[in-house]
């Protein structure tokens, strides 16, 4: 999300380099490497002109959900492992406790969906604007 947000925060129509965004965010190049591989493949960034040149976002800010940037990296969200669809309970049918998992889980999947990068980074805005 820091990456997605310093892209945003960026106001150079030309868009921001890697090496900018690894300083700013204390990231190593490598590191920030492989989050910008899955930002792209994703279609949550690009670059404007190619290799060599900045970062911009793929979409606009109020299109892009906090799910989405997550789903960039994960499959899903599923706090428990009893919840994955690739996991198998004996007592799923029985348990008194999935039910309660599962409608956790949806309340942050639904979070998730809520937020979008414009929200966070109006917030981030409001936060560092000048108090008169």
Request: glycine fraction near 6%.
């Amino acid at each position: 999300m820091r990456v997605m947000i310093e892209i945003a925060l960026n106001g150079d129509p030309d868009g921001i380099f890697q090496k900018d965004i690894a300083q700013n965010q204390d990231l190593s190049v490598k590191y920030l490497d492989q989050i910008i591989a899955s930002l792209k493949t994703a279609g949550l960034v690009a670059n404007l002109r190619g290799r060599k040149s900045g970062y911009i976002l793929g979409r606009d800010p109020s299109q892009i959900t906090i799910y989405d940037i997550h789903r960039a990296f994960e499959p899903g969200i599923c706090i428990v492992d009893c919840l994955s669809k690739n996991f198998e309970c004996d007592k799923a049918s029985s348990c008194t406790a999935r039910d309660f998992w599962d409608v956790l889980n949806q309340k942050i999947v639904d979070h998730f969906k809520s937020m979008t990068l414009e929200t966070l980074v109006a917030d981030v805005r409001s936060r560092h604007e000048p108090i008169d």
